[in-house]
């Protein structure tokens, strides 16, 4: 597990004013080296690294071009999760979106918006899927391209969930100039991940998801209605941790300088208290920089 540090940070100051500078990141969240004189300065920094929600729009008009991705001056978080099935990704990006704000980018959603909406990249889209066929790499590098221009994206920064899936489509973004400040890869041993997913119910009436032995249903009459999803036999089960490993290798060494293990196979409050911190010593180095 890697883990970042704050070493290395020096104060100097003139008559008329104090300046900071940084070489490296610090885990610790209770800001030990912030002494006087410059408490004042500590607790703005302490106090600015409490974020709020906000609310993100949803056209779905996006753009197609290809040029570079620019976020704007203040730089806001950029950030890529991974995880194989049930490693938990979906309610970390929930607890991450409430937190930062950070707008959260799916490229399923994106497909499934595109398709509705009728657009042009939604009728190439739509014929593949019609046609039982996995949509190509430059038409979902598209929409996720057209996503990452919007204002809120570069404004609120983002959250790209499960994507990049291959090096390809990784490189395909970094000619974009799209780079995350982290790469973060839940990671759960294969005999837990193989128990959630074998374990999992679905609630047809209102597709809510139950688990036999961590989350059984309320009631005996939900529980008679509960089915097992068709991918959530251990064989297929298996072949889809299979062609995730081999893909996630290649992202790995993409991703390698940015790139931190979190052990998912904790409860979710544990990995979010740990993904936050991550992520708030981000935003803590950059106030530094910065002197904000």
Known sequence: MASLSLSSVHFSSTPSRSTVSTSSLSPSPSLPLFRSPISRHSRR??????FSVIPCRTSHSFATSTSQIRCSL???????????????????????????????????DLLRAEVSSGTEIGKKAKEFMNSGSLVPDEIVIAMVAGRLSREDAKEHGWLLDGFPRTFAQAQSL?????????????DVPDEILIDRCVGRR?????????????YPPESDEIKARLVTRPDDTEEKVKSRL?????????????????????????????????????LSQIQLKRMIRTGK
């Open 45 to 50: 920094l302490r106090r600015r690294l409490s």
């Open 74 to 108: 203040d730089e806001p978080l950029k950030v890529m999760i991974s995880g194989a099935p049930a490693s938990g990704k979906g309610t970390q990006c929930e607890l991450i979106v409430q937190k930062f704000g950070l707008v959260h980018i799916s490229t399923g």
């Open 174 to 186: 970094d000619k974009l100039n799209v780079r995350p400040d982290i790469f973060l890869l839940l």
């Open 202 to 214: 679905l609630d047809p009436v209102t597709g809510k998801i139950y688990h036999v032995k961590s």
């Open 242 to 278: 299979q062609i995730y490993k081999q893909n996630s290798e290649a992202i790995i060494s993409a991703y390698s300088d940015v790139m931190i293990k979190v052990d998912a196979n904790r409860p979710k409050e544990v990995v979010f208290e740990e993904t936050q911190t991550l």
